[in-house]
Each structure stands twice: as structure tokens, then as C-alpha cells.
């Protein structure tokens, strides 16, 4: 009996594990500057400073996977988590203006709320937390987002930092851009740029 067993038990463990799709994926998006401000003079990197500076947002990417985006992963009327699993984050290491909102160097993390009337960024104090664990004492600030249909659907959550190219005659401190979110048939945009 015991040698019937042993190779059903073998046989199993051969088998090879079917692939899977997974739910989401960790995903980030930066600008770098090859400068840092200090006071109001930009230095070019070099060993005495700690770096390029840098904008990056970082957020888990869900996957549609045929499900319905808008009105169904993004639900309506609720603040939404803006991705999946810990709350989206927003790094900055200069001050800077997303969308009409002024936001100091620092740690944010995102939300979105979606309406019937239009979409809009939320920018949160808190960090750390998860996705779902929105405070809204700890809100900052909302960004009215413009919303257009795009012709083929984005199967994953999509977030893009698009800089402009500068004004070579005021270089780093005209460093502008757009924020693009897009999924379903949807895409999202606001502008950002560095503050003087």
C-alpha cells in the first residue's frame, strides 16, 4: 500500500506549477536632476553633494485583466488608493507645484477620488500606511485632474513624470513637466514643476 502512494506523491510534485498572472506589480517612476538646489543656487552634482535630485512616485500596479477600470477597480464616490497594496508615494527633493498645489520637499502619499464629474489627486501627509488606510485629517490638498478617453485601453495602472525640456537660459529652475496616470480607457494629467 505504502508503494502505490510513493509515486502518486512523486508524480504531484513533478507536475509543473501552472503560470499565473499576477494581481499587481511594484512599479516607480522618476525625474532626476543632475543638480541640487541649496538656497537659491543650483550646484551641479559632484562628491561633496549627495546626489542628482530627485521626483519619483512609487506605487503598486494593478493589472484590468479584463475586469471593468472605471466605476469598478476605481470605484466611484470613495477615495480610491491609487493603485494597489501600501498607499502611493510621492518623493521629492525640492519644492515643487503639482497641479496649483505647492508641496515642500518631502514624503506624500497619493489618492484618488473619482466622481461623476471629474477626477481629483489627493495629496496625503501620512506615509507608510496601506493603500486603503486613508486619513482625511492628514490631507494636504486636492488637484482637479483633466480627464480625456483614450482610443486603445491601458491594461495596467500606467503613471508617468514627463518633463519638459528646460529654458537652456534658465536652466534648472524652469524644470517643468506633466503627470500622467493611465488605465482603461482613461487617462489623467496634471503639470508639476519646480519651484524657485
Known amino acids: 500500500m505504502i508503494s502505490l502512494l510513493i509515486p502518486v506523491v512523486i508524480l504531484a510534485q513533478a507536475m509543473p506549477t501552472p503560470l499565473r498572472i499576477a494581481a499587481s506589480s511594484l512599479a516607480s517612476v522618476e525625474v532626476h536632476l543632475n543638480a541640487r538646489r541649496i538656497g537659491n ?11 542628482p535630485s530627485r521626483i ?10 479584463g475586469r471593468k477600470v472605471e466605476g469598478g477597480l476605481i470605484p466611484l464616490d470613495t477615495v480610491w488608493r491609487f493603485g494597489a497594496n501600501m498607499a502611493t508615494t510621492l518623493h521629492t527633493d525640492l519644492d515643487i507645484t503639482l497641479g496649483d498645489l505647492k508641496l515642500p520637499r518631502g514624503d506624500y502619499s497619493l489618492f484618488l477620488l473619482c466622481v461623476r464629474t471629474g477626477y481629483s489627486l489627493i495629496v496625503n501627509r501620512g506615509t507608510g500606511q496601506w493603500g486603503t488606510d486613508h486619513d482625511a485629517s492628514k490631507d494636504i490638498g ?13 491594461p495596467s495602472l500606467s503613471v ?27 487617462e489623467l494629467t496634471t503639470t508639476w514643476r519646480v519651484d524657485q
Open 41 to 51: 543656487q543650483w550646484y551641479e552634482e559632484d562628491a561633496s553633494l549627495s546626489g
Open 56 to 65: 519619483a512616485i512609487s506605487y503598486g500596479q494593478p493589472h484590468a485583466r
Open 160 to 186: 508617468y513624470l514627463v518633463p519638459d525640456a528646460p529654458d537652456p537660459k534658465t536652466g534648472y529652475a524652469d524644470l517643468r513637466g506633466a503627470l500622467r496616470i493611465k488605465w482603461g480607457t482613461t
Open 142 to 154: 486636492r488637484i482637479t485632474l483633466a480627464s480625456r478617453t483614450m482610443a486603445e485601453p491601458e
